[in-house]
């Protein structure tokens, strides 16, 4: 097996600020907000653990309901004010060596997260259809950077498939049947 595969015993997933205060702001926000709960809801069934940060919430308003409605019980959402989610105060990926990192601004929070991360050590998967900035240019520009640093850039069906490993459990029907709900 390929150590840049994801696996399930050592990946988290990173959502970052994606909050109602974006929503009018983002282009193609309901899209990234779909493919987020797409990915949380993946990553529930298959037991990977899930961090979420909310930019300044007071401000920027909280999680969008498409996404906080399907967070696992126990799982908090993290606010912050410092553009980085590892550099915010509590934030703890619990051991894990892999991130994969979606949300809101790819060339702000999501961009400098991912760079963080990479320079501790974790291997970081940036999900290209669940990222967005004000401007395709932004989001374009973040996307890259992260990938010039070292970050592999990948999609909510081709992550949660790697995590899955195999077809045929239970886990793969309720991914299968999440990935199809999201294709358009």
């Given amino acids: 097996m390929s150590s840049k595969l994801l696996d399930r015993e050592r990946t988290a997933l990173v959502v970052v600020d994606v909050q109602e205060g974006f929503r009018k702001a983002i282009p193609g926000f309901d899209g990234i907000a779909a493919a987020t709960a797409t990915l949380v809801r993946g990553a529930a069934a298959i037991g990977v653990p899930i961090r979420v940060t909310e930019q300044y919430p007071k401000g920027l308003g909280s999680t969008v309901p498409e996404v906080a409605d399907h967070l696992p019980d126990g799982v908090e959402r993290l606010p912050k004010t410092v553009f980085s989610a590892a ?7 619990g051991g894990r060596s892999q991130a994969i990192v979606c949300g809101i601004e790819t060339h702000v929070c999501v ?4 760079l963080d991360l990479l320079d501790r050590g974790v291997d970081v998967q940036v999900v290209s259809d669940a990222v967005g900035s004000r401007s395709d240019a932004n989001r374009e520009l973040g996307l890259n950077k992260a990938e010039m640093a070292g970050a592999t850039l990948t999609s909510v069906e081709t992550a949660l498939f790697e995590l899955l490993g195999a077809a045929g459990s239970d886990e793969f029907k309720t991914v299968q049947r999440l990935v199809l709900e999201l294709a358009p």
């Fill in 111 to 114: 961009n400098q997260t991912v």
């Fill in 87 to 93: 550099a915010a105060e509590g934030f703890d990926l």
